[in-house]
């Protein structure tokens, strides 16, 4: 009898061992869902902290279930350092990583290194008007460069810039596609961000710029078609109200 009890002892000392040297990747959902207040959490995690692969989800707050935000598996490597406070990470996915990203900081401080991430284009429709209408498709790409981000009391605060690449940008609702290839360039300074658009080329010309506050974004500018006007007069019907502007007439975007 003494010798199971030893043996029971000894069988839970060595799986409180295995879990301080080996915890679960489970135990990373938690901190997720902290750091980014319920915005974010991972689903069907495996293997442990140190090097394990889960996917990015959000929780539907009506059914409990998890829906995956973007494809593939990230898988991670997390240098025991985290245990002292300091992070050092490398993050990959193969479905939207060229290369590994590396995410160095402390507990509260997180910088991004330079690095870029293929998009799939049904994500712009997050973003609102006028892209929930017209729902495009196309090639993104968003890149940075030292990205800073900062959480104080769970509010999540970023510095840096990022540009994200929009290529041959299609619409159901044209007659004429592709679109034309766009840009936008994120400006972040804490809580706040400056977005502007601007077009590379293409048929249907769009610029504006906006502010991003409280997770709302806020934006002004305008659309035009210098030699497709007939043809794209309906899909510029819906993204917002003609005006003539020095003697041209344009679409103003306002959302």
């Known amino acids: 009898m003494v010798r199971k009890i030893f043996f029971f002892l000894i069988l839970i000392l060595f799986l409180i061992i295995g879990m301080a040297l080996s915890p679960p990747a489970t135990w990373i959902t938690k901190l997720v869902e902290l750091q980014t207040k319920d915005l974010l959490t991972i689903g069907d995690a495996r293997g442990t902290i140190w090097r394990g692969s889960a996917v990015i989800a959000r929780r539907n707050t009506a059914t409990n279930k998890l829906i995956s935000l973007l494809p593939g598996r990230f898988s991670w490597e997390i240098s025991p350092k985290i245990l002292i406070g300091k992070l050092e990470a490398r993050i990959f996915n193969d479905k939207m990583l060229r290369n590994p990203l590396y995410i160095t900081g402390y507990w509260n401080n997180y910088q991004l290194n330079k690095s870029d991430m293929t998009l799939p284009s049904n994500k712009l429709v997050s973003l609102g008007a ?126």
Do not use: C, H
Not at 162 to 182: A, Q
Not at 227 to 254: A, C, H, I, P, Y
């Open 130 to 255: 006028p892209f929930n209408t017209i729902r495009p498709s196309g090639d993104l790409l968003l890149s940075w460069s030292d990205v800073i981000f900062i959480f104080d009391n769970s509010i999540m605060k970023i510095y840096g810039k990022m540009t994200l690449d929009l290529k041959n940008i299609e619409t159901k609702l044209s007659p004429v596609n592709p679109l034309g290839n766009y840009t936008l360039n994120f400006d972040w300074n804490g809580s706040e961000g400056e977005v502007v658009l601007s077009t590379k080329n293409g048929i249907l010309i769009l610029n504006g710029e906006g502010l991003i506050k409280n997770g709302k974004l806020s934006f002004s500018g305008y659309a035009k078609t210098n030699n497709e006007q007939k043809s794209l007069r309906n899909l510029m019907n819906l993204l917002g109200q003609w005006k003539t502007v020095n003697g041209e007439d344009v679409v103003s975007l306002r959302f």
